[in-house]
């Protein structure tokens, strides 16, 4: 699996949108890229993923560039339940799946 | 269905004992793994399954450590003796087969070894 690439912390204040980017640049032509977030003292929790195209549900967008060797996670109105450690992982489309996690953002949401 | 279930959620054990971490995956999921997670070194993979066969278990950090899946429903982790640096919070996940498909934790167990 592609090694991810995070900034550690970022801030946001509440009400604008949280972009928190990765880099996966050498992510392979069947790894997805998933994001997880770990609210303290909970188990992660699925956000969303993608393979090429963009993607958005009712948490969060996903943008990844047209090369795929990164992307960006868009919470569009941060609130400070959203304070929590984000987490960019690259996965592959078959085989084992060895879900791995690197250390992640640490996003702190501002009243 | 409720979610992965672990227990107990609270476990404080004195060094040298064993300790066993239960989990209860989401019924129909094909992979289950087990995780630790403490402050120095984040979340880390210990162990996952396969229809409950152990595939990888590079991550676990010693023999002390054992992990078991009898069945698709339970899994459980063991250490045996436990020692102070065993404290952590353990993570049981499951997820089904194919790659497009997303993992599921419990609550996980807090272990603290005294």
């Not at chain 1, 928190?20 to 890229?33: D, F, Q």
């Not at chain 1, 997880?36 to 990844?64: C, D, F, V, W």
């Not at chain 2, 066969?53 to 023999?63: A, H, R, T």
């Not at chain 2, 919070?89 to 272990?111: H, I, K, M, N």
């Amino acid at each position: 699996d592609a090694k991810t690439t995070q900034p550690p912390s970022m801030d946001c204040a509440e009400g604008r949108a949280a972009n928190l980017p990765c880099n996966h640049s050498t992510i392979s032509g069947n790894e997805y890229v998933y994001w997880y977030r770990q609210i303290h003292s909970q188990g992660p929790q699925y956000i969303i993923h993608g393979l090429k195209n963009n993607e958005t549900n009712e948490m969060a967008s996903l943008i990844i560039t047209e090369d795929r060797k990164s992307s960006t996670l868009i919470l569009p109105h941060a609130t400070l339940r959203d304070t929590a450690v984000y987490y960019c992982i690259a996965l592959n489309s078959g085989g084992y799946q060895k879900v791995t996690f690197g250390i992640g953002t640490k996003l702190q949401v501002i009243p | 269905d409720a979610g992965v279930i672990q227990s107990p959620r609270h476990e404080v054990t004195e060094m040298g004992q064993e300790v066993t971490l239960r989990c209860k995956p989401i019924s129909g999921h094909d992979y289950l793994f087990w995780y630790r997670q403490t402050m120095m070194r984040g979340l880390e993979l210990l162990i996952y399954f396969n229809n409950n066969v152990p595939i990888d278990d590079s991550g676990m950090p010693e023999d002390r450590f054992s992990a078991k899946m009898p069945n698709a429903s339970f899994s459980t982790l063991k250490i045996q003796p436990s020692e102070p640096r065993d404290s952590a919070v353990y993570f049981c996940a499951s997820s089904f087969t194919t790659g497009d498909t997303e993992a599921f934790f419990g609550q996980g167990t807090r272990l603290t070894v005294v």
